[in-house]
């Protein structure tokens, strides 16, 4: 059955816009039309009354002071999107993209930004054909670029992908039956306005690192009865001790991973190392951070994030000028996901050389197939740690970066979407670190677990593995492995039930 599309009747939340990011469908309802266009029957009485308005009938930034006259205000909208068109580097995935125009659009359905119903009406367009603007990932210090380069497209300048075929802007839409538009007074400003740049790639994070979470449980409980650890580390009822909802989801899906083990009967350690006994704490500390992260977005997509908004009745507008775009609160969360999923891999890391480390292992050393002759995952570990070691890097805030813009008239600058991008980089870095891992368990269990022997959820999970990565005996490049348990792990891991 096909799902019902996602209505902007409503504000999006975290989970949704994520979805949406990946194909799924998302619609303009009838109370959001209602909405949108009441906001853009009050910048037409603006205009009439020549009610000062930032944007509408002014210059931005430092050239607040500087009037547009009405026969000006296109030209306006449209030059502000060619001049703050300035990303840099490489384009972002159609995830990103797609992300991003959904919560402009969900931006627009508060209400309070002014456009047409025809703007949106485009950004869903974009989104329902698979057209993807040419989004450069760099050069935002919060917001606008990104925007810009998507408003390009909707405008017919700019490039964008269709599949694997790069199209101008004006190709593209002329290949999706579309008309390019013509913007209105403030619809420049309100297309590049706003948090959703950062609220978008937000989300993007967000689900990634959630699949991360999950995965991470998965792959700790394969290591650890690999490594013969002490299950009463996990006892629900020393768990319950410490109050955390994570701690209580994580335990509930480490013994769910390892019930039914024969090899974890035996004689076992009185007291793990701290990687194995600890996981626990540590991914429930990184689930609780999530949880975090995701009520922030959830509240952003909540809120107008447009500047001006606009107000009162076509009789007495009114636009307010105010800073509600510059999202420092969901800097903070962004900064925060960096670091939990930072996490995530330091702790993998650690696991991951206990597998291999012929000093604690009780394994062949680096789980090599004839060792001396063959490293094994001898240099797996180094690349797992060299991650471990940009994470860290990655994991200073940006938001408290700083800067100055716009001749002084933007002096604090909370840097979201440098924070959304570096928490992507994050999740990258530890769905590749959890990967490599994960193929090294599987490689452990090899020698160290017979079959009969597993847990019923692990015998499954190892199955899973071995169907897309052989055993490894030095006859392939160890990239392709590490390549192939990092895709399992951002696909999905199975759940133990």
């Given amino acids: ?64 002071d500087r009037a547009v006259e009405p026969a000006l205000q296109r030209r306006l909208s449209r030059q502000l999107i060619m001049s703050h068109a300035c990303g840099v580097g490489a384009p972002l995935p159609e995830p990103e993209v797609r992300a991003i125009m959904a919560a402009q659009a969900n931006n627009h359905a508060h209400g309070c930004s002014g456009v047409r119903v025809a703007v949106v009406e485009a950004l869903l367009a974009l989104l329902d054909h698979r057209i993807v603007p040419e989004v450069p990932q760099g050069g935002s210090v919060g917001y606008l670029t990104h925007m810009a380069h998507i408003s390009l497209v909707l405008i017919g300048e700019g490039h964008a992908r269709i599949g694997d075929e790069r199209l101008t802007g004006a190709e593209a839409l002329a290949r999706a039956g579309l008309a390019p538009l013509v913007l209105e007074a403030k619809e420049g400003l309100s297309l590049i306005n706003g948090a959703p740049c950062a609220t978008g790639l937000g989300a993007v994070a967000l689900a990634r690192a959630w699949r991360a979470v999950d995965a991470a449980d998965a792959v700790a409980a394969l290591s650890f009865e690999a490594l013969g650890g002490n299950p009463v580390a996990f006892d629900p009822v020393l768990m319950a001790l410490r109050r955390s909802d994570g701690i209580a ?24 190392p701290i990687s194995l006994r600890a996981v626990p704490h540590v991914h429930g500390a990184v689930r ?26 076509p009789d007495a507008p009114r636009a307010g000028s105010q800073a509600h775009a510059v999202a420092a ?44 002759v063959s490293s094994g995952f001898m240099i797996a570990q180094y690349s797992a740690a060299a991650l471990v070691a940009e994470n860290r890097r990655l994991a200073a805030p940006a938001s ?33 670190i959890l990967g490599i891992e994960l193929a090294a368990a599987a490689q452990a269990h090899d020698t160290a677990v017979p ?23 030095d006859d392939r490049p160890m990239h392709a492995v590490m390549a192939a348990g990092a895709a399992l792990v951002r696909a999905g891991l199975p759940t133990p039930q």
């Fill in 1 to 64: 059955m096909t799902p019902l599309p996602a209505s902007l009747d409503r504000p999006l939340d975290a989970r949704t816009l994520a979805e949406v990011a990946l194909g799924a469908r998302l619609v303009l309802g009838e109370a959001a039309r209602n909405r949108i266009a009441a906001a853009r029957d009050l910048v037409r009485a603006i205009v009439a009354q020549g009610v000062a308005a930032y944007g509408i009938n002014t210059g931005v930034g430092a050239l607040v």
């Fill in 249 to 272: 989801a994580t335990t509930t899906a480490l013994n769910a991973w390892l019930a039914g083990s024969g090899h974890l009967t035996g004689a076992a350690r009185l007291q793990d």
């Fill in 288 to 313: 609780d951070a999530l949880t975090h992260v995701g009520a922030m977005i959830d509240a952003e997509l909540a809120s107008v994030t447009d500047n001006p908004v606009v107000l009162g009745t």
């Fill in 329 to 372: 609160g969901l800097a903070l969360a962004l900064d925060s996901l960096g670091i939990a999923v930072a996490h995530l891999g330091t702790i993998s890391e650690r696991r991951l050389d206990r597998l291999v480390n012929p000093l604690v292992s009780g394994l062949p050393p680096f789980l090599a197939d004839a060792a001396g």
């Fill in 400 to 432: 408290l970066d700083g800067g100055i813009t716009s001749g002084l008239q933007e002096d604090y600058l909370s840097h979201q979407t440098p924070a959304a991008l570096k928490a992507l980089t994050l999740v990258a870095n530890v769905e590749a």
């Fill in 451 to 473: 079959p009969a022997a597993r847990a019923p959820a692990t015998a499954r999970l190892h199955a899973h593995v071995r169907r897309t990565i052989a055993p490894y005996t």
